[in-house]
């Protein structure tokens, strides 16, 4: 099935309308609320991570309440159990048997405050939800209602008391975003809107969870042409092949870069990937799965350092060098 200029149109007002909306709330941040809102529309997960106070939290309460659907905070601490995260079954003594009582990940977009606090085995509590839109307790397989997305936050300043994702964790998570500090003029624009009260509390649903899916139906319709596949591969064997990285992207990268590429077509009104939707994502995508040697460190080479030379270095298709 082809996509149509009417569902692309349909798709960008949509979008905007989200956008635009929780843009209301988090003043010069465009870019990290468009990139959270693509990764819903990609059936994907995402880490913000930044230092406190720069709208990490705001940002995934906003992006739910700007849809109609349910939603959940977990906030993460030393002490929680998975049980906390998944539910747990209960006697109930009028019917003579075990109940089950759904935890906080069942809900629409889940929020996971400073996911780092928490034991791994209460992290590992969210690998199967993330990955297979399901859990397992007691040996019975719920599974989660769509769209279901995961909105995890951690300080990357503060070691102390803390559990970091391990490999496993951090791949299932489509995205890594920053926030930043805001410019001087949005930051005073945002000490006016906020001067006598959170401009969260106005805040609205504009679309609905329907929207949503039939939103993620479009993006997966974009066409990808085997020349921008191979370009999506070329990036990803270039991560595994530099020297100065330890781990490269795993097949799963490139699937998640395809996916995001295709939203970002679906937003600039395109029914085809373009090499530049895929150079868009690519950082977002790929930082966060990559593993610098410990002698590149030593140099004071950064990840995003060797994320922005592959995307330099390798063939463009349709460029003299990449056709």
Request: proline share 9%.
């Given at each position: 099935m082809t996509v149509t200029q009417d569902d692309l149109s349909w798709f960008r007002d949509q979008f905007n309308a989200v956008t635009d909306n929780i843009e209301r709330v988090i003043q010069g941040k465009l870019d990290a609320i468009q990139l959270t809102t693509m990764c819903m529309l990609a059936g994907g997960h995402t880490l913000i991570e930044d230092v406190p106070g720069v709208g990490k939290t705001l940002l995934a309460k906003s992006l739910a309440r700007s849809i109609d659907c349910t939603f959940s905070r977990i906030q993460f601490t030393p002490d929680l159990l998975p049980s906390d995260v998944t539910g747990v079954s209960v006697w109930d003594r009028d019917q003579s048997g075990f109940t089950f009582r759904p935890g906080p990940v069942f809900a629409n977009v889940v929020l996971g405050d400073e996911i780092n606090r928490a034991s791994p085995k209460t992290q590992a509590a969210l690998l199967e939800a993330m990955e297979e839109r399901q859990v397992t307790v007691d040996?019975?397989?719920?599974?989660l209602e769509a769209p279901f997305m995961v909105v995890a936050t951690q300080n990357p300043i503060e070691h102390?008391?803390?559990?970091?994702?391990?490999e496993a964790q951090l791949d299932r998570f489509m995205m890594r975003i920053t926030m930043g500090y805001p410019e001087r003029g949005k930051e005073m624009a945002m000490l006016d809107a906020h001067s006598l009260r959170s401009t969260y509390e106005d805040l609205k649903s504009v679309i609905h969870a329907e929207d949503v899916v039939r939103m993620?139906?479009?993006a997966r319709q974009v066409h990808v042409a085997d020349v921008v596949r191979g370009y999506i591969l070329d990036l990803v064997e270039a991560t595994r092949r530099d020297p100065d990285l330890l781990l490269g992207a795993s097949p799963r990268a490139s699937l998640f870069l395809q996916r995001?590429?295709?939203v970002r077509a679906a937003?600039?009104?395109?029914?085809?990937?373009?090499?530049d939707d895929v150079k868009k994502v690519l950082s977002p995508?790929?930082?966060?799965?990559?593993i610098l040697r410990p002698e590149a460190q030593m140099r004071g080479v950064s990840i995003h350092d060797v994320v922005s030379g592959i995307g330099a270095g390798t063939a463009v298709p349709g460029t003299r060098a990449g056709v």
């Open positions: 040996g019975e397989t719920r599974n102390e008391g803390t559990y970091p994702l391990p993620m139906d479009v995001a590429a295709r937003v600039e009104g395109r029914e085809f990937v373009s090499p995508v790929l930082d966060h799965r990559l």
